[in-house]
């Protein structure tokens, strides 16, 4: 089936910094990326939804200039968190729509992405 | 707005006891889709169940089965014969239909953390 990828995994860095995470597609093209964000023994929160080839849609509450979305081609969108602080340690998922199905039958998830801030 | 409701914070059985989860859901849309994830403690999620709010009748997969009620608007889930192997944390979530800015947006339930003891 089907196939997201997120990379990396994990990363740790120092507050302050900046740190991209990219969502890709495998085996197919998606038109449509969604980014969550989910703390520690809470739920997944929708973050923002990743439109390729124009700007992304944020949920309320959402810096956009913290939380800077690219959906450069059809099967990446990155996701990168400027100027990092450890309040913005989390665990981020991304999901990918196959336009080829309808918006339900082909959503995939992407093994998802630790972030420690120290 | 959408909301899905997870009462059972945490649940803890004994191996090969009988388990539900139970889901209950707002929505003012007509149509929408209803799902089941689990996640392990690697974090992935894993897909189990898509129900569209037209169907209800109830699904049953090997050990897993679901309980679709649209009067009451629950989705509840039951694992049967439980395994250690089943502690997860599960999470129901809730899908639009409606196009415009909500398609293919999931709305979390809180989770519940079912743990199986051997």
């Known amino acids: 089936g089907a196939v997201v990828s997120q990379h990396p995994s994990r990363v740790i860095c120092k507050s302050g910094t900046s740190v991209k995470i990219e969502c890709r597609s495998l085996d197919f093209q998606a038109t449509t990326m969604f980014w969550y964000r989910q703390f520690p023994k809470q739920s997944l929160m929708l973050m923002a939804t990743?439109?390729?080839?124009?700007?992304?849609?944020?949920e309320q509450g959402v810096e956009k200039d913290k939380f800077l979305i690219n959906h450069a081609s059809l099967t990446l969108s990155t996701l990168t968190v400027t100027s990092a602080h450890p309040e913005d340690s989390s665990f981020y998922i991304c999901?990918?729509?196959?336009?080829?199905?309808?918006?339900?039958?082909?959503?995939?998830f992407g093994p998802g992405t630790r972030l420690l801030v120290l | 707005a959408q909301k899905v409701t997870q009462a059972q914070t945490e649940i803890s059985v004994v191996e090969k006891e009988d388990v539900t989860l139970d889901c209950v859901y707002e929505t003012r849309d007509t149509t929408y889709y209803l799902f089941w994830y689990k996640q392990p403690p690697s974090g992935e999620l894993v897909f189990l169940i898509r129900?569209?709010?037209?169907?209800?009748q109830n699904e049953i997969s090997g050990r897993y089965s679901w309980n679709f009620q649209k009067s009451t608007s629950s989705f509840n889930f039951t694992i049967t014969a439980s395994q250690v192997v089943d502690s997860a944390v599960y999470f129901c979530a809730l899908g639009s239909n409606a196009g415009g800015t909500s398609y293919g947006k999931l709305t979390f339930g809180q989770g519940t953390i079912l743990t199986v003891h051997p």
């Open positions: 129900r569209n709010s037209f169907d209800e």
């Open positions: 999901s990918a729509r196959d336009p080829s199905g309808g918006a339900w039958e082909t959503q995939y």
């Open positions: 990743s439109n390729e080839g124009s700007k992304a849609t944020y």
